[in-house]
């Protein structure tokens, strides 16, 4: 069965510092991968989506960045953190057939 | 634009039928998803529609107008564990998935 790992669960970083997110898919291979953010109460807004190994579109304008250096590994970055990142962040994979979206636990970043 | 519009909140009773409804205006559609998400946790699937129609699921049910851009999510014999948000996200042209802000559901006793 097809699982998806998301680290870490929560995660509390001062404004300017670097920040990464890593997400891994098992079970499934060629994935299309997503990184979403929520804000409190908000719905979810996609950030970057990957179809393929080196493979990122940016959905946002941002200080965060995504790489994909194989095909089951997603990793969300940032140079330096703003007090605006702060947020609930979800990856998520989704087959070429794409009748469900499965996410990761989740990573709630406080930057302080 | 694309948007997705839901009620932000509901509040319905233990036991009882509660109905939460979703319009969209998207470019283009490729199928309809419901998901529960409770508190701090990632969203988890609940439904997915691309014909017109109603789904069927257990005590929850999914429903599909795509001349109206209209969906509706029922959930009948309500518990307490139904409290949550539900969101709706469409899948568009591009195949990427749209999503509302969500409908926070209160159930009371």
């Known amino acids: 069965s097809q699982t998806i790992h998301q680290w870490p669960a929560t995660l509390v970083q001062p404004v300017g510092s670097p920040l990464s997110l890593e997400c891994t898919v098992e079970?499934?291979?060629?994935?299309?991968l997503y990184w979403y953010r929520q804000a409190a109460g908000r719905g979810l807004q996609l950030l970057f989506y990957?179809?393929?190994?080196?493979?990122i579109s940016s959905e946002v304008p941002q200080n965060l960045s995504a790489s994909r250096p194989q095909d089951r590994q997603f990793i969300l970055s940032s140079k330096k953190l703003l007090l605006s990142d702060s947020g609930f962040y979800l990856c998520?994979?989704?087959?070429?057939?794409?009748?469900?979206?499965?996410f990761g636990q989740g990573t709630r970043l406080t930057v302080v | 634009g694309q948007n997705i519009d839901q009620p932000t909140e509901m509040t319905a009773t233990e036991g009882a039928i509660v109905q939460i409804n979703c319009t969209y205006q998207?470019?283009?559609?490729?199928?309809l998803f419901w998901y529960q998400q409770h508190a701090g946790e990632a969203p988890t699937f609940l439904s997915y529609?691309?014909l017109d129609g109603l789904e069927e699921k257990g005590r929850f049910s999914s429903f599909l107008s795509r001349s109206k851009g209209y969906s509706y999510l029922l959930l009948k014999e309500l518990q307490m564990k139904d409290s949550a948000s539900y969101l709706c996200?469409?899948?568009?042209?591009?195949?990427?998935?749209?999503w509302g802000a969500g409908t926070k559901l209160i159930i009371k006793p």
């Open positions: 079970g499934t291979s060629n994935p299309n």
């Open positions: 998207t470019s283009g559609f490729n199928g």
């Open positions: 996200a469409v899948l568009d042209s591009n195949y990427q998935l749209i």
């Open positions: 990957s179809v393929g190994i080196g493979q």
């Open positions: 998520a994979w989704g087959g070429r057939e794409y009748t469900e979206a499965f």
């Open positions: 529609n691309v």
